[in-house]
């Protein structure tokens, strides 16, 4: 049953340094507006970032439409949903008339608008055209961590890669696995870097031709004309940004949350013409694209699964803080 306008339901927030159960109140919908019944959500490491600010938690949301707008024409109710990172812009901006709208100045993104409706918890509430359906050949757990790691992978690859080229991958977790995945399904050899040997054989099963550790960089066969920059933190930039490991004229894709200052070597990318591309999610119709695109070539991300409660959340947090994550949490409701 769907429930009435300002009655409560449960959404899941940061208090005093841990996430708890807390109330929400439903709004009217608006002319554009749906309610989604979530059953899925991905854990991010943004999240956590966004603990101490008390806002609903959860941006990779999937779930049922349970009602709609008014002037509604693209969903309906029983059909699934995905969103909750990117959820509004002007709409006539030069950004938003691109199809850059992740750009515009008057978006609405996760963290910075709409501190009361999260995908952690009952339900969310999305505009039409900034949620995405779901497609057939996509399992709802995998979905969720598409809504933003996916998004953000795919969007800094595809717009940068041509196939045959080689791309460098560094780190295989969160985003380096998806990275690895759709990097090789759109036609490039994909070179994996990292610190742990044990993940060689994770790496190729992804989709990886060539494996090396950060220390044995010079065994590298030939140089890739794009690194990816997948893990929790910054490499060292003067062993990578060499022209025997990253062509001249090579892309940068810093893909790790900002930890510090992103400090490249003048030299280096003068001399050889390194180009720096950076991605936050992906504006609407690169976002459906990403998904379509997952659905036919098979890219999935590994989840683990975990409760949405309170005691799921904490078990899904303990596990992600630990780095020992494979390689993506999946929160469930309990009615799934």
Known sequence: MTPAPNSEYTVYRGVEGAVKKSAAQLPALGPKDILVKITHSGLCGTDLAFVPYGIALGHEGVGIVEAVGSEVTQFKVGERAGGGYHRNSCGHCSYCLTGQD???YERSVYGEKDYHNGTFGEYYIGVETYLHKIPEGLASEHAAPLQCAGATVYNAISSVVKPGERVGILGIGGLG????????????????????????????????????????LEKLKAPVNTLVVAGNTYPDWKKFLVKDVLARAGNIIPLAAPNGDLSLPAFQMFFDGYNVRSSLVASRAKHDEMLEFAAVQGVKPWVEKFDLTEDGLLEAITKMKGNKMRYRGVLVAKDV
Do not use: M
């Open 177 to 216: 696995h998806l990275a690895i995945q759709f990097a090789r399904k759109l036609g490039t050899e994909v070179v994996v870097f990292s610190t742990s040997k044990n993940k060689e054989q994770e790496a190729k099963d992804f989709g990886a031709t060539e494996f090396y550790l950060l220390d044995e």
């Open 102 to 104: 992740i750009w515009c």
